[in-house]
Structure formats: structure tokens, C-alpha cells
């Protein structure tokens, strides 16, 4: 394991969007990035965010034990409801701020981020077994992609902000 896979996830998440922004803001030629960039650097971030966002439910599909494949975890039905809204609060987000508006995105991005962190904890000890249930298989992974998701709304939270 690297020496940043060792790092807390939340301190990965501030450090990834610290060096995001430091990237987008402090460089030195930052003076001449236009508007457009700016837009494109967003835009960019969300896409890769709604990408990620959308594997959520794959990584959960038939994740516990049973049946010839698996079985699905219990609250799988609310967990794709909620994958479903958060994608697309994620999509009309991106809209929005392709078009210029922007005087809601800090809320629309808090709310999704929460949407993410809902869906994780919808599926800890999801799964039968063990005196309070079991997590799914690739649960780790789902941690990893919500604060992977997570550090890129941060990242655009900072530009918006900035």
C-alpha cells in the first residue's frame, strides 16, 4: 500500500482538493486563465464526478453472500432510488453551471455530497450475518468512490467560492 493510501480519508479528500485548487489558482499563469477555462476545469470535475457517481450502484449490485450470484444487499432498492436522485441533482448541476447559473450551486453541491454520504451508510452492515449484518462486498471501494466524488465537488465548491 502507498504511503497516501495510508492517510485518513478525510485528510485525503482536503489534500486532493488543496492541491486541485492550488493547481487551478496558484499557478503562476493563473492570472491569464479565462472565464472559459475556468468553465471547462468545472465542467470537467463534475463530468468525471457524475461518471464516478453512476458505478456507485454497480459496485453493489449482488455484493452479499446467497444465491448462485450473490444476493443484493437489503436496502438495494433505496440505494438505487438515491443513486438515481443524486446523479441527477449531479446533471443539473453541471447544466446549470454550464449556462452560468450559479447562485445555488454551493447548496446543490452540499445536498448531493450528502445523497453520497446517505447511500454509504444505507449499505454499512447491509448484508445478513454477524450479530448487526455484514458489509457488501466492495464496500470499501463504494467509501473510495463517495470521497473520490466527494473531494471533486469539493474542488468546484473552492472554484465557485474562489
Known sequence: MSTFGRIPAGLRQSV?????C?????NPLAASVSFADTNSAIDKLLGE????????????TNNCSGGAHGQPPEAYDAFVK?????????VELRVALARGETPN???QIDSAKDGLEKMVTM?????????????????????????????KLDAVKTILEG
Open 16 to 20: 486532493t482538493v488543496a492541491a486541485l
Open 22 to 26: 492550488a493547481g487551478l489558482m496558484l
Open 49 to 60: 464526478a457524475i461518471t464516478q457517481a453512476q458505478t456507485m450502484v454497480a459496485l453493489m
Open 82 to 90: 438515491r443513486s438515481n436522485d443524486v446523479n441527477k441533482q449531479l
Open 105 to 107: 450551486a454551493t447548496q
Open 123 to 151: 449499505m454499512h452492515e447491509n448484508c445478513s450475518g454477524g450479530a448487526h449484518g455484514v458489509n457488501p462486498g466492495n464496500y470499501g471501494k463504494l467509501v473510495s468512490v463517495k470521497e473520490n466524488v466527494s473531494g
